[in-house]
C-alpha cells in the first residue's frame, strides 16, 4: 500500500503527458525561400515567390507579368488619361496591371480562411511593379501547411 507522502512525491515527479500538436509548420526565424508558383492572376501571371521570414514581419516577392491584352488595355487607358501631354511608359502599365490584382491580396489558409494575425496592422501590398509585387505581413508562430495570396477570385501559393 502506497503512503499518502508516496503518492504526493508521485505526483510531484510524475512526467506530464506529451501535447500534441496539430500538423503545421513552424516559422523559423530569418529564413529565405523560394518557390515556383506559375499561376493565372486574371490579369497577369504569377511565375514565382520569393518568401523572407524574419521575427515580427513575413516579406514576400511575387514575380508577376501582365498578359498582353490587358497590357494593352492598360496601355490604352493610360495613353487616354495622358490626353497627349506625356508619353505613356508601358512599364508604368504594367504596374498598374499587376496592381489591380494586388491592391486587394490576403493571406488565407488552403481553405479560404484568411489570416487574421497576420493581416492586424500589417501592410499586405507595399509596392507594385512592372515584373514584381511586394508584400508584409505579420510573422505567425505556426503557419497552416499551405498559405495562399488571394484576392477573392485567384491565389498564388507562396508557403
Given at each position: 500500500m502506497i503512503t499518502r507522502a508516496a503518492k504526493l512525491l508521485e505526483k510531484l515527479f510524475?512526467?506530464?503527458p506529451e501535447k500534441t500538436e496539430p500538423e503545421r509548420r513552424r516559422a523559423?526565424?530569418?529564413t529565405t525561400t523560394s518557390m515556383r508558383a506559375l499561376t493565372d492572376l486574371g490579369d497577369?501571371?504569377?511565375a514565382s515567390v520569393h518568401v523572407i521570414e524574419a521575427s515580427s514581419h513575413l516579406y514576400l516577392c511575387v514575380a508577376m507579368e501582365p498578359k498582353p491584352d490587358a497590357?494593352?488595355?492598360q496601355i490604352l487607358k493610360d495613353k487616354k488619361q495622358a490626353a497627349g501631354m506625356f508619353e505613356v511608359d508601358s512599364t508604368w502599365s504594367a504596374a498598374e496591371v499587376n496592381k489591380s490584382w494586388a491592391k486587394d491580396a490576403v493571406l488565407i489558409d488552403e481553405e479560404g480562411h484568411i489570416l487574421f494575425?497576420?493581416?492586424?496592422g500589417?501592410?499586405?501590398m507595399t509596392e507594385?511593379?512592372?515584373k514584381e509585387v511586394f508584400f508584409e505581413f505579420n510573422?505567425?508562430?505556426v503557419y497552416p501547411e499551405k498559405v495562399y495570396l488571394s484576392n477573392g477570385k485567384t491565389r498564388v501559393r507562396v508557403m
Open positions: 510524475a512526467k506530464e523559423p526565424s530569418n497577369s501571371i504569377a497590357l494593352a488595355a494575425k497576420a493581416m492586424d500589417a501592410r499586405g507594385a511593379g512592372a510573422t505567425l508562430d
